[in-house]
């Protein structure tokens, strides 16, 4: 029944073209304050955030099959009043800790009569759900969609992805950015990371995309790129000609890679304008990176770190407590020796086994995993036995971590480092243009659209 290659499986129902058939794809409901993945790592009045008011995943199917109706983080009354208006298909996005929620909405929507539901996103690769949906699609899906409804997708076109960054209390729309997507999926096979199954294979977008993308953003005064792809520079001759295009858009960027790719493209890369990165430090533990098969040692990533120091760039990094190894004295001592690098933020998670990783299985076999509540699969709890550490154990080193690396100092520290960066690149113009306009902006009521018009109106301009 069950196909990770990237192929359809059904439930109940056996596939079958549908012509024109009335689709909604949609996202868990909204909750009362938008998950802001700053917030999420930090417990200061004064930091930056960036609240999540889009799904990348449904934009992209959105700009690559129209006939698609999206609807991202409705309200439960919205949902309800949209579900009325009759749909041959309801499509689920959603990640492994909205699973709960996601089975409530599907219930709804198959109360409310329609023909068939499907799952896509990471969180359908959950076997246990398959039975409440009669398609599950894994991975990347824009031609799987296509072909359901009998369209061929054709060449992958991004959408345009507009949202921003701000500073609490200032407010959330100082840095206009824009997302950019320049190839997917990940042929390395860390055991705790579901990309293996989702998307092994590297596949590219096209050049001509990625540059109408960048002459978009720059038209619609995006002030920072965010390069997106699972590993940047993965498919090194492609990542050298996005880089180019970045350095012809005089647009800032950053990106998420790895530590050992960052090495040797660090200076290319710099030159094209990035500003920032955003690393998988995970441990600075060698037996544990071992363990996981992440195929970095710590003196690679400490190297890296302090190139990117020493070329004041702004650094992200993520880091996860409850390695097998680990104890409450290890990680103490891990968290410490990683301050010394001085990131300038951390994504701090728990370990957590999700479905379809070698985690998973290994974990399960030896441990157990407590799977009563799914929404404790957000990365910030432990939800398995683990031999040394409790969840109150982990919850303190998540507290202890905030304090060490996302503090208000690192706030002041982030902004005024890419303050330096944009003076060294642009001069003053840039970094007022940079860090003013949006303030400037907010007080006149000037160009910040509501992201559902941007949705509509992607690339027509
Ligand atoms: C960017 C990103 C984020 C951003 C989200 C930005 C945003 N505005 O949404 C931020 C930083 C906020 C974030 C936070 C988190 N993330 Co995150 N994130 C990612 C990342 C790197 C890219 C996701 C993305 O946008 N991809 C691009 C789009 C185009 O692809 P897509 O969403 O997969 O959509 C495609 C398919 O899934 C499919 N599809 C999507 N929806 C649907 C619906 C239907 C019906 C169908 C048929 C198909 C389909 O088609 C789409 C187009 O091809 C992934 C890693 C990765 N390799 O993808 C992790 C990842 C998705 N995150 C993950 C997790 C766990 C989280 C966090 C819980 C904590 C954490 N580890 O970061 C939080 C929770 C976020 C929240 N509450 O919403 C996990 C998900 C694991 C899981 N099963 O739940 C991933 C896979 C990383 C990992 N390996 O740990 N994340
Ligand atoms: S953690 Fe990163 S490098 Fe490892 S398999 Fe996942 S996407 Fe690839």
């Not at 129902?13 to 917030?39: C, H, I, Q």
């Amino acid at each position: 029944m069950e196909n990770l290659s990237g192929v359809t499986w059904a439930c109940f129902r056996a596939g079958g073209n549908m012509k024109n058939p009335r689709a909604l794809f949609t996202t868990a409901y909204r909750s009362d304050e938008p998950y802001d993945w700053v917030r999420f790592n930090t417990k200061c009045r004064i930091r930056l955030t960036q609240p999540r008011v889009m799904c990348p995943g449904l934009r992209f199917i959105k700009e690559n099959l129209p006939q698609i109706q999206i609807l991202e983080f409705p309200s439960q009354q919205e949902f309800g009043r949209v579900l009325r208006q009759g749909w041959d298909v309801v499509g689920f996005s959603f990640f492994t800790f909205e699973t709960a929620e996601i089975l409530r909405m599907a219930d709804c929507a198959r109360k409310a009569g329609v023909r068939e539901l499907w799952a896509g996103n990471y969180g359908a690769l959950n076997p246990l759900i398959a039975c409440a949906f009669d398609k599950v699609m894994i991975g990347y899906a824009e031609a799987q969609i296509g072909e359901q409804f009998g369209a061929s997708a054709g060449e992958l076109a991004p959408p345009a992805l507009i949202d921003n960054f701000g500073i609490v209390p200032l407010g959330a729309e100082l840095i206009r950015t824009g997302w950019l997507s320049t190839a997917r999926g990940c042929p390395m096979k860390c055991t705790f990371c579901q990309t293996p199954s989702f998307a092994s294979r590297v596949v590219t977008l096209s050049l001509d995309s990625i540059e109408r993308a960048l002459r978009y953003y720059k038209k619609n005064s995006v002030r920072l790129i965010l390069v997106f792809d699972e590993d940047f520079g993965i498919a090194r001759e492609h990542s050298r000609e996005v880089a180019v295009l970045l350095r012809k858009s005089g647009l800032p960027w950053v990106v998420g890679t790895r530590s050992d790719i960052l090495e040797g493209r660090f200076d290319e890369w710099y030159e094209s304008g990035m500003v920032g990165v955003n690393l998988g430090v995970e441990s600075m533990d060698p037996d544990s990176l071992v363990d996981v098969r992440k195929a970095l040692s710590i003196d690679q990533t400490i190297r890296t770190m302090e190139k990117v120091n020493r070329h004041d760039c702004v650094m992200i990094g993520s880091y996860m407590i409850g390695f097998e190894r680990d104890t409450v004295s290890s990680v103490t001592r891990n968290l410490r020796e990683l301050r010394r690098l001085r990131p300038d933020f951390m994504k701090v998670f728990v370990l957590t086994p999700f479905p379809k990783t070698l985690l998973w299985d290994h974990v399960e076999r030896q441990y157990g995993i407590d799977c009563s509540d799914w929404s404790k699969f957000n990365a910030k709890h432990l939800v398995w036995n683990h031999p040394q550490l409790s969840e109150a154990d982990a919850q303190a080193l998540l507290s202890q971590a905030y304090r060490l690396f996302n503090s208000e100092d690192h706030v002041l520290r982030f902004v005024s480092k890419i303050h330096r960066r944009l003076m060294e690149r642009g001069g003053p113009a840039r970094t007022h243009s940079f860090f003013l306009s949006g303030l400037r902006d907010k007080l006149h009521g000037g160009i910040f659209m509501e992201h559902s018009v941007e949705c509509e109106t992607a690339y027509d301009a």
